[in-house]
């Protein structure tokens, strides 16, 4: 049997991401489907709007059978981090044949010829050239990819979809796996759109859901746990900084002058921002610090695959990866007692529940069990 893998934040699960495991189901032929999916803070530097176990069963009431934890340390990176940490969680599985992620136009060849320009020599000193004149890291790579490739490749990575794609390629290629790409066009609202009929974007349920407008039961964001992210970039010096990951570049003196003049979360990014560091950056920079976490908290590699949720064929997918996976499997909370990372992940979530609008408590990483559907 076939089984795709799916690297999602679902934050939160819609029609979109059921329509994706549809059309996986359909594009690849019925298989079964392990989701990758961030824990309880995403790529952009904030908070998921609900906590990664109502987001695992919703998930697998959406379609997905198997659920895996991305922690943090990998789902608040640069994309290419994002995929190194997702994809050798996939691989690490021994049974996924597949990977399927959307994509804003261009096939699987396309994006495989852009992830080989982007691993080879040529590219790294276009790159650098262009760096070195202190021009934004997105445009410096759009830059020498048309340099190596022609303007329509380049104009691939303009979608942030078809960019994670290239990424998981690459990742791919680095553990030089089997498992194969396949692209599912993005239907409905763009990334970071807005409304739609039948597809809206992530980005506008969540809004809908923190100013009230889509009730919703205890939702999170930054907003509501401000306070304690400021409090622990005032307790920062530059040296913390400087250890936080791509705080090259002078960023790191920049967020701390900016942490010591800031009043909100939002003004310490105003005050950190130039056109020469990306929004998101500066975003999980700053989320970053204030969980703790530095770069050298992140591992070369995923030293676990932790289950966050499944159905009666995830668990029989379960049981077929006992044969199969290279890392230890985690089922129940008490298998990460004392494991570095999973420890970190316990702190962190500990830290998101002060960020939701009805405070919760401590202790929910040793106590919450993984969702288990029929």
């Not at 401000?226 to 900084?241: H, K, T």
């Not at 090259?248 to 800031?262: C, I, Q």
Request: with cysteine; net charge positive.
């Amino acid at each position: 049997m076939n089984v795709a893998g799916i690297v999602a934040e679902y934050n939160p699960f819609h029609a979109g991401h059921a329509f994706h495991i549809r059309e996986t189901r359909r594009t690849v032929g019925e298989c079964a489907v392990v989701a990758v999916m961030s824990g309880n803070f995403v790529q952009r530097g904030e908070c998921a709007v609900f906590d990664k176990w109502t987001r695992t069963r919703a998930a697998l009431e959406g379609g997905a059978d198997l659920v895996l934890e991305l922690p943090t340390v990998w789902a608040v990176s640069s994309a290419e981090h994002f995929a190194r940490g997702a994809v050798g969680i996939l691989a690490a599985t021994g049974v996924v044949t597949h990977l399927s992620f959307g994509g804003e136009g261009g096939g699987a060849e396309q994006l495989q010829r852009l992830a080989a320009c982007l691993d080879s020599p040529g590219y790294q000193a276009a790159l650098r050239k262009r760096l070195d004149a202190g021009r934004p890291f997105a445009a410096c790579r759009a830059g020498a990819v048309e340099e190596l490739l022609g303007p329509e490749p380049a104009g691939l990575l303009s979608g942030p979809n078809n960019n994670l794609g290239v990424e998981y390629i690459r990742a791919l290629n680095a553990l030089d796996s089997s498992i194969r790409p396949v692209v599912i066009p993005r239907t409905g609202a763009g990334h970071d759109g807005g409304n739609h009929p039948q597809y809206p974007s992530a980005s506008f349920v969540r809004e809908q859901i923190l100013n009230g407008t889509l009730p919703a039961a205890n939702p999170a964001g930054l907003r509501w746990g401000a306070r304690w992210v400021l409090s622990a970039l005032r307790s920062m010096d530059e040296g913390d900084f400087a250890a936080l990951p791509d705080c090259g570049e002078g960023l790191s003196h920049r967020l701390y002058r900016a942490a010591r003049r800031g009043r909100t979360v939002e003004e310490v990014y105003a005050l950190a921002k130039t056109k020469r560091y990306a929004h998101a950056r500066i975003r999980r920079a700053v989320l970053w610090g204030a969980l703790g976490l530095r770069e050298k908290d992140r591992p070369a590699a995923p030293p676990y695959l932790r289950v966050l949720g499944a159905n009666a064929r995830g668990r029989e997918l379960l049981r077929r990866m006992k044969t199969t996976v290279a890392l230890p499997v985690l089922t129940k909370p008490a298998h990460g007692r004392g494991l570095p990372l999973l420890e970190r992940e316990a702190r962190c979530t500990d830290l998101y529940a002060l960020c939701q609008k009805a405070p919760g408590p401590c202790g929910l990483e040793w106590t919450t069990s993984p969702v288990m559907l029929r």
